[in-house]
T-cell receptor, first 115, second 112 residues
Framework: AQSVTQLGSHVSVSEGALVLLRCNYSSSVPPYLFWYVQYPNQGLQLLLKYTTGATLVKGINGFEAEFKKSETSFHLTKPSAHMSDAAEYFCAVSLAQGGSEKLVFGKGMKLTVNP | DTAVSQTPKYLVTQMGNDKSIKCEQNLGHDTMYWYKQDSKKFLKIMFSYNNKELIINETVPNRFSPKSPDKAHLNLHINSLELGDSAVYFC???????????FGPGTRLTVT
């Protein structure tokens, strides 16, 4: 069954530092992969998506992720963290079921940005 | 211009009560979903509907009954609320043929 793993629950970086949030997936078919961001007390916002084509995908707010089939990974990066990036980040894989698609989420990673 | 909206945003109620959460999307999408986010922030699908038809029912207790009066609305009714139902409930929708979804702002349900 398709699943994603986000190891750890919390990452803390300094403002201006590199952000790296790890996600590994398990899938028997080519996966559709996503990163969602949840700001405090808000809903989930689609940050970026990989479906087919280019393996390096760019998203909103300067984030990007690279699909690496050999490593079964889809890590999220941003070269320089900003205070406004503090949020919970979820990696997700899409799973087809009964003619519909459902998102299977990782446990999430809380990103703290220190001044 | 709201895309996926939910009402209410907060809902506090006592055990045993029945409550409903409403969801509306103005994106013209065919498929709508309900997800539950627990106290540890773990997100899990509950239901999906496509054009008012139930597609996914993820072994949710039958105290939870989704209803889709039209393809722009998917409401969630919960009977006999229990403490364990306390969570944030998210509605989502997706266009035809794409695997990503757009989420509403969530409804925080607290059962006391």
């Amino acid at each position: 069954a398709q699943s994603v793993t986000q190891l750890g629950s919390h990452v803390s970086v300094s403002e201006g530092a590199l952000v790296l949030l790890r996600c590994n997936y398990s899938s028997s078919v080519p996966p559709y992969l996503f990163w969602y961001v949840q700001y405090p007390n808000q809903g989930l916002q689609l940050l970026l998506k990989y479906t087919t084509g280019a393996t390096l995908v760019k998203g909103i707010n300067g984030f990007e992720a690279e699909f690496k089939k050999s490593e079964t990974s889809f890590h999220l990066t941003k070269p320089s963290a900003h205070m406004s990036d503090a949020a919970e980040y979820f990696c997700a894989v899409s799973l087809a079921q009964g003619g519909s698609e459902k998102l299977v989420f990782g446990k999430g990673m809380k990103l703290t940005v220190n001044p | 211009d709201t895309a996926v909206s939910q009402t209410p945003k907060y809902l506090v109620t006592q055990m045993g009560n029945d409550k409903s959460i409403k969801c509306e999307q103005n994106l013209g999408h065919d498929t709508m979903y309900w997800y539950k986010q627990d106290s540890k922030k773990f997100l899990k699908i509950m239901f999906s509907y496509n054009n008012k038809e139930l597609i996914i029912n993820e072994t949710v207790p039958n105290r939870f009954s989704p209803k889709s009066p039209d393809k722009a609305h998917l409401n969630l009714h919960i009977n006999s609320l229990e403490l364990g139902d306390s969570a944030v409930y998210f509605c989502a929708s997706s266009p035809p043929g794409v695997p990503w979804q757009y989420f509403g702002p969530g409804t925080r349900l607290t059962v006391t």
